[in-house]
């Protein structure tokens, strides 16, 4: 019988208990596969300064491990500990409730990568360090009592599209510009930001049935499937469709906002498919649909290079 170390009021204490998890349950916990999404928009962020990236490949290579592997890691880490009870329900096969990785494993390596990703993101200069101390705060936030954003279909996903999207471009635009960004760049982010919060809400289909057990209340559970559906298609076009307007105002080059139209004309074909039956297709969309998405934050990026400085 899986049992989990936890005091009576239901806190975790003490140091890891149990035989040390291998390796590749470790590797499991941090999830690499989800490293993709902030890595990429680190990059984004990069290119959008306009800046050489071949005489600045070290502080390149180290803010796209801080972005993917310690802090995304370390949220995987952190939300895998906050609800292995749900996990328990939804996906009992992961590390923490299959008993992979025991007792209180699980936090102290949140607590560990934490601590590397702060001496990484100081080393990286003072707004990279305080978009680190944010997202270190919002990954708890969202996934620990008593705030525990991620109940609220809402606000959960907005802050890990936030964390997953504008801070990781906001990051990459900082660490090469050794200081605050372009008005543009910090627009562009911030709306790309905002469209993902649809992307974030296609994740929570996988988890409906667990989430209305234990009372998370995420938009497929509130809204049921079809209504969160339109909702998170919704969000992600009129994201799109502000970028594509404030590229034309800011004069970028025409190929701008001709591709990332096109990018979405091809989303909204997959949009249909993903509403007509949105907890079938869901995992299809996030497939056809999201690198759709995300291939037009690359086009901005690139696009902005050319924006006057606001």
Known sequence: MLTVDIEPHGEPHGKPRGGPPSPAALLELIKPHTWFPPMWAFMCGVVSTGADLATHWPLVLAGAILAGPLVCGMS????????????AINEPHRPIPSGRVPGTWGRWVAHAMSAVALVVGYALGAWVFIATIFALVAAWAYSAEPIRMKKSGWWGPGLVALCYEGLPWFTGAAALAGGLPATPILIVAALYAVGAHGIMTLNDFKAEEGDRITGVASLPVTLGPRRAALVACGVMAVAQIAVIGFLI??????????AIGALLLAQFYAMVRLVRAPLAQSTWYNVVGVPLYVSGMLVAAFALRSVEVM
């Open 249 to 258: 105002a800011w004069a970028a080059p025409v190929w701008a906002p001709i």
């Open 76 to 87: 995987q880490a952190a939300n895998d500990w906050c609800d292995r009870h749900v996990d």
